[in-house]
């Protein structure tokens, strides 16, 4: 008979053994710093607070009430839905152009460097880079005083700082690399040959690109949107450092809720909205970028 | 000088001393080239000859540094590859994979005044031609070699095309698919009787399925002919060795009060003809050429149809209905290739026999 101890050495000399041991460490801290805090949030978010630390017993729906009727919330929400699509559209149409011109325009051995050289700004920390433009779009900024320089301006423009614009720059440009670089992934295994082939076949450079590059590239660009919506919704530094008060979005809202008022059950309860809302839109919009991809037709990516 | 057209056949591409440069690279070197209506055409020649670049140049993917390129009466200066007469089937086939087998093969007909039912019944037809009826809503990813190969026939066929440019369309498939696709291409061709220019590495593919082939190196056509010529006669000594397999001895010639005679090391002295020697006769040193099907090993008591010389059998290859035979003529250090067909009732012999070789003094061809 074999021992416990001698099954689970064998069991670990399997590849499933070896996998389970890779795995398992990163599986541990995913597990301690996301689903238990995850489930935690979920249980909060049915709990009543009645004091600084205490709860009434049992769980309630009063939050969810509150948070569903009260027009504070909903205004916020979608504000953030409306400040992380602007930002959502916004990044990925500058990125395209640019993750093609990577790709088709930049010779092979050079195409490295490039994708360096967009990854550079991370380098920076992304408060310093919120900051930034905060010394660029500000009243006496670098923006305004070049205006007024130049003769544009007389008086410095007030409505780029401390308002939903201001969030909506600073968002897209924090989030320009991590649109680009699956775009250009996807455009990068692209066949060229498929677009020889769309020209042989008599379409024009527009056209080869509508109907052979577009739909080819549908991948990432729709990795390109999930990737910019989902965090750029529930971004506090932002809105926090640039919003001003007309751009608070949500995920202020629900640390005033935790850390202000006191109310964790309704700041939890506000994540998980939040949260859902997201998941939502994001599963919505896969199944249409899927579609749009031709994924319907081909059962997967070929 | 160019090659024209077979007199039979109106031109219908005129190729003009075409140059072009990769870099430093001189990848055509003066391309003169007629290519007849319905003519079946190869460029045959190993990688990097630059036969895959002039077909490029036919279909609009190249620009050239000078020379002209005419189809069918048209200047192509200019012309983008979308607006020339002339479809391509890619050597990846590039089949558009986010679409099906009917969207691939109706791809081109967007701007064809024809209704969506005629469109649709056009491509469906063209999937007919090649073998693939009924095939139409299958995805791109769940098709075999062959049937990519056919699809990409199809959608290139459905345009009606003036010409079919095929850049080594069965170099991906394996050898079995490969000879059923050549005979299948050989009769979709005489079907549709649209000029095909073929490019390919395989002088077996070229001479199985050709009406003329141009055999290049280095950026120039050496030799252009019907593929029975070429291999009876190839022009020079590394046409000779592309095409098929060739023996080489090295042999003395000398010129006999106007007869041609030529000495071969191991085989002895005979009379050669003009034509055997399409360089010109060269007196003194020089090499004969000779394919192995032209020597026969003579059994027993078989008497020689031409000329015989005595060899040892130094290596057999053995392919079921043929047999290889590496012979040293006595006094001949280089090997000969020759083959055999495996008869019934007769042995395969082996190596270290010694063998009676026939040859056939009118099967030589002398480079200089």
Redesign the interface.
Known sequence: MMTTGEKLRRFFRTDQGVGLLLVSPTALYALLLLAVPLIAIVVISFLTQTGVRDFAPGLSLVNYKEALSDPLYRELMLRSLMVSGSVTVVTVLLAFPIAYFVSFGVKPEQKSLWIFLITIPFWTSYLIRVFLWKVILGYNGVLNSGLKLVGIIDEPLTFILYNVNAVIITLAHAYAPFAILPIFVALEKI?R??L?????????RT?TFL??TL??AAPGVVAAVLIVFIPTIGDYVTPKLVGGPGGTMIANMIQTQFLRLNNAPLGATLAVLAMLIVAVIAIVFLIVGYRA??GG????R? | MTIKAKPERKPLISLQNIQKHYGEYHALRGINLEIGEGEFFSLLGPSGCGKTTLLRTIAGFEDIDSGSVMLAGKDMMGVPANKRPTNMVFQSYAIFPHLTVAENVAFGLRKSPMSKAEKAEAAEAALNMVGLSGYGTRAAHALSGGQRQRVALARALVLKPKVLLLDEPLSALDRKMREQMQVELIKLQREVGITFILVTHDQEEALVMSDRIAVMFEGEIAQCDDPEVLYRCPKTKRVADFIGVMNFLPATCRNEGGKKIVNIVGLGETEITEEQCPEGFPEGAATVGFRPETLTILYDTQTPTHREAPAMIEEVVYYGDMTYYDVKFDGVDTPVRLSMRNLFGRDVLEVGTRARISWSPGALVVFG
């Open positions: 066949d040959s498929y020889e082939a769309s020209r042989d076949l008599g379409e024009s056209m109907r052979v739909p080819l991809a031709g037709k081909k059962g997967g070929g």
